[in-house]
């Protein structure tokens, strides 16, 4: 079974208007890596699976899978709660 991978924070453009890099996290692992926004796009178009994960209310919480759109941009899927928003994530 394929490993999941979650994205916990997120770094913003100087104009804080765009992701720029993401933290990731592999599961079952505490090891973060600080990696650009376009590279976690082109995992994620090669089949492998990101979520968002928050800390609330004293724990982790595994939130919305993330999508790719318009080629590198990143989204949380919209059904989900405001708090794993990408932009609610911690910012690193």
Request: proline share 2%; charged share 35%.
């Amino acid at each position: 079974m394929a490993k999941q991978y979650y994205i916990n924070g997120v770094r913003l453009d100087e104009d804080e208007e765009h992701i720029e890099s993401v933290s990731v996290r592999k599961q079952d692992t505490k090891e973060h890596y600080l990696v650009p926004r376009g590279f976690v796009a082109l995992l994620i178009k090669s089949g492998i699976s990101f979520k968002t994960r928050y800390f609330y209310e004293k724990e982790w919480h595994t939130g919305a899978e993330i999508e790719v759109y318009e080629e590198t941009f990143l989204r949380a899927n919209p059904n989900h709660s405001a708090r794993d928003n990408l932009r609610n994530l911690k910012k690193v």
